[in-house]
């Protein structure tokens, strides 16, 4: 009997042991490159032609006809990214309206765990008009590391086709006039 009670106590011994855990994966670093983001694309002509893509199943990031990419990653449930939605619908207004920022940055969003009909929820109800996607598998946000949200990444698209990330951090947009020119900025260097 007193085995048994050495047995069970070694099993709850190994039982409580902590196991190993994998890094995560970190969230994209200025100066590195996003991992190869696939992206359905996007139903609406207007959301197509705002990107400058063709008529594809899927497409990357590198692949908007833009000198830069803003991409937020949001939660239809993150309150804060509720919050910025006003914000970021300034931004976007700005980036079409503005002749300096319009044929050289694009803002998409991208909806981590949230489904197509959530993601259309969100767009509804804060009247978003950029392009959104859906990552209800998660997928997306565990290759750039399960940041938290909001979440802002930009990236700059060079002739060559290939990228690199010119900004990468977590929390909204303070102002968006400077915002814009912090990234301007970025992108000239």
């Given at each position: 009997m007193k085995n048994v009670f050495i047995l069970a106590g070694i099993w709850i011994f190994l039982l409580l042991l902590p196991y190993p855990v994998s890094a995560a994966t970190a969230p994209p670093e200025v100066g590195g490159v996003l991992p190869e983001i696939i992206l359905a694309t996007p139903a609406n002509p207007e959301h197509l032609k705002y990107l400058?893509?063709?008529?594809?199943?899927?497409?990357?990031?590198?692949?908007i006809k833009a000198?830069?990419?803003?991409?937020?990653?949001?939660s239809m449930y993150c309150p804060h990214c509720q919050?910025?939605?006003p914000t970021v619908n300034t931004l976007f207004n700005k980036i079409i309206n503005d002749i300096?920022?319009?044929?050289?940055?694009?803002?998409?969003?991208?909806?981590?765990?949230?489904s197509e009909f959530e993601v259309d929820v969100f767009r509804k109800n804060?009247?978003?008009?950029f392009p959104l996607f859906a990552?209800?598998?998660?997928?997306?946000?565990?290759?750039?590391?399960e940041v938290r949200t909001p979440y802002f990444i930009a990236v700059k698209i060079?002739?060559?086709?290939t990228h690199r990330v010119i900004y990468s951090k977590l929390g909204g947009i303070k102002n968006v006039a400077?915002?814009?020119?912090?990234?301007l900025g970025l992108s000239e260097k």
């Open positions: 400058g893509l063709k008529a594809a199943e899927n497409f990357t990031i590198p692949q000198q830069v990419v803003i991409v937020e990653i949001f919050r910025e939605a300096k920022f319009k044929d050289k940055l694009k803002l998409i969003g991208i909806g981590v765990g949230n804060y009247k978003i008009a990552d209800a598998d998660f997928k997306i946000h565990k290759m750039i590391g060079n002739p060559d086709g400077k915002f814009l020119d912090l990234i």
